[in-house]
């Protein structure tokens, strides 16, 4: 993984290919057929977290305005960019993060992303396209699907113009196949935690998510999640868990909070509790994708991710999950700069519950800005929550 990282983060900086920018689940396979080198900001704001960097950074995007309740991500991002100021530079030796030939955007997720990446559209005088498919849906019907495709197709004028290159069918198809098959074996490196004796938790996940996010389209990650997945299945054949005397098993719902991944992931094995499946993982698996239709199954892929869809199909999702997943209690991170991806505002976790009976806990705090993370009370309320389940395990 380190190696992999390390030599897609220094083919940014090398000159080989022109760099397009590219939202975490935007269109980067079309950007890819056009030979760009594909760079994804959320990644970096990701990377900001997880250093736990963002906090001195946030600060600085908010003396141009940005306000400290919007995404973190977005904040933590600019303000690096501000202060000139990246981990890339520490772990990767890079001079900083890469300048780009073209920036596109996806409001698949959220309308943030189109203000933070047209910030930089203006800073590197670059230019910018975006898609802006439906959203919030119950069912996708061709009717979105051929509108996203329109979309996407615009931006096809664009791309050949700052890449040099006509748009190339084949081309296309051979990124959309070599996407489909990485992402695929994402998913069934998910499922293997299905297995009761689960080999891979959440926690390990979000790390182990890096290809599947930046060099999805390639063969390095097609080949990454080739290796994982015969790794994990000789576990699960076995008997090799990551938490082998766990009593119960959880759903994580909503972001990670990067600066605390270890604190969590240790805080749940110590109470005797397997984190097994998210929503934030599942999230790059596009199982649409179909290098024979290369347009219509990326646009509904893309229209289709858990994010974009209403209170009820997610909750039809999450029900599912629980069951594939043999799932007894959810806990849900309600984040506070990204409510795009809290879902435990309007009373869903209630009504998931009564529905599937799978107990939940609200747990709040944020993505990258820990000063909205009370560690103490966090651990006092998913302590007793695991306990709870564990008494109503026993009791049943
Ligand atoms: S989905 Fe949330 S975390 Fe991601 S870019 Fe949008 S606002 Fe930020």
Redesign the pocket.
Same mark, same amino acid.
């Given at each position: 993984m380190k190696q992999i990282m390390e030599e897609y983060f220094l083919s940014l900086e090398s000159g080989d290919k022109k760099i397009a920018w590219c939202t975490s689940v935007g269109p980067a396979e079309l950007l890819r057929s056009f030979g760009f080198e594909v760079y994804f900001p #959320?990644n970096h704001g990701a990377l900001l977290g997880a250093t736990r960097t963002a906090m001195e950074l946030i600060p600085e995007a908010g003396k141009c305005g940005y306000s400290n309740q919007v $995404?973190s991500?977005?904040t933590a991002d600019i303000g690096a960019y501000l202060k000139k100021n990246t981990p890339l530079q520490k772990h990767y030796g890079m001079q900083g993060i890469p300048k780009p030939d073209i920036i596109a955007y996806n409001t698949n997720? $959220?309308r #943030?992303?189109e203000d933070w990446f047209t910030f930089y559209a203006d800073e590197f005088n670059c230019p910018i396209v975006g898609i802006q498919p439906p959203r919030y849906l119950d069912e996708v019907t061709d009717d979105e699907v051929q509108l996203v495709v329109k979309q996407f197709k615009k931006m096809l004028p664009v791309c050949e113009q700052v890449s040099g290159r006509k748009f190339d069918l084949d081309s296309f198809k051979e990124t959309v196949r070599l996407s489909k098959e990485a992402t695929l074996l994402w998913q069934k490196v998910l499922k293997t935690s299905t297995a009761m004796n689960a080999p891979l938790s959440f926690f390990d996940g979000t790390i182990h998510m890096g290809p599947i996010v930046v060099l999805r389209g390639t063969q390095i990650a097609k080949d990454y999640y080739t290796t994982l997945l015969a790794e994990l299945e000789e576990n699960v054949k076995n008997g090799l868990g990551f938490a082998p005397e766990a009593k119960t098993r959880i759903f994580w719902e909503g972001?990670p909070i990067w600066g605390k991944l270890r604190m969590m992931s240790d805080l749940f094995t110590a109470s005797g509790s397997a984190v097994v499946a998210s929503t934030y993982c599942s999230s790059w698996v596009f199982g649409q994708f179909d290098e024979d239709n290369p347009w219509e199954s990326t646009a509904r892929a893309y229209t289709e991710i858990f994010?974009n869809r209403s209170e009820k199909a997610k909750m039809k999702m999450l029900a599912a999950w629980f069951e594939e997943f043999n799932i007894d209690g959810i806990v849900y991170h309600d984040t506070k700069t $990204?409510f !795009? !991806?809290s879902n435990a505002k309007f009373g869903m976790p209630q009504r998931l519950q009564k529905e599937t009976g799978v107990p939940s806990l609200v747990v709040e705090g944020d993505?990258c800005d820990l000063r909205f993370f009370s560690e103490g009370q966090s651990i006092t309320k998913i302590e007793t929550f695991l306990e709870q389940l564990e008494d109503a395990k026993i009791l049943s």
């Open positions: #959320e $995404c991500y977005t997720q $959220c #943030e992303v972001m994010i $990204c !795009n !991806n993505l």
